[in-house]
């Protein structure tokens, strides 16, 4: 299931837009949960916009999930995932929702100076997410189906590697 996604400017690493949805009930032990998936997938927006992460796409596993991201156009686009959502719908979602957002004017994009101001693509997102909740709908088996014979060329990571690598550069 996603569970988080966040869309932000690469040359600056500003998030401008954001859709959650960790946990049905919104609990302490949630609300802390959630807060700290959002913090880490700000910390990979920074990092993709320091060009310490230079791949245009990755899965970045933590805990029981995976982060995956899609860079296009200078515009970053991610999502938190049970570890066990197929990758192949998660990187579908990811160009579902990069298709929807080169709609937008790309100046009116380039004037945003506040973090997750843009809340015009937030109900898009959540939109497009309500399409990617069951994995088992035929619209996304055909996703999953489609080019079978094809793996995915996606590097994968582990949010840990990414931490200590950022610890090494602050020492």
């Known amino acids: 299931m996603v569970k988080l996604t966040i869309v932000g400017r690469v040359k600056d690493g500003l998030p401008l837009a954001q859709e959650a949805r960790y946990m049905n009930n919104e609990t302490t032990t949630s609300h802390n949960l959630s807060s700290n998936y959002k913090q880490q997938a700000e910390f ?3 990092e993709i916009s320091k060009g310490a992460l230079p791949l245009p796409s990755m899965t970045i596993r933590v805990d029981h999930h995976s982060f995956n991201y899609l860079v296009v156009n ?3 686009f991610i999502t938190l995932c049970d570890s066990s959502y197929p990758r192949k719908l998660a990187f579908n979602y990811l ?4 298709k929807e957002f080169d709609k937008f004017d790309n100046g009116l994009i380039h004037k945003i100076t506040k973090p997750y101001s843009f809340v015009k693509f937030d109900s898009i997102i959540s939109s497009i997410r309500k399409q990617y ?3 088992r709908t035929q619209a996304n088996l055909s996703k999953l189906n489609a080019n079978r014979h094809r793996e995915l060329d ?5 949010m ?3 931490v200590e690598r950022r610890r090494g550069q602050l020492h």
């Not at 996606?154 to 582990?158: C, P, S």
């Open 44 to 46: 990979l927006l920074n």
């Open 154 to 158: 996606i590097v994968t990571g582990n």
């Open 160 to 162: 840990s590697d990414i």
């Open 95 to 98: 160009q579902d929702l990069q």
């Open 133 to 135: 909740i069951d994995t």
């Open 74 to 76: 200078g515009i970053c």
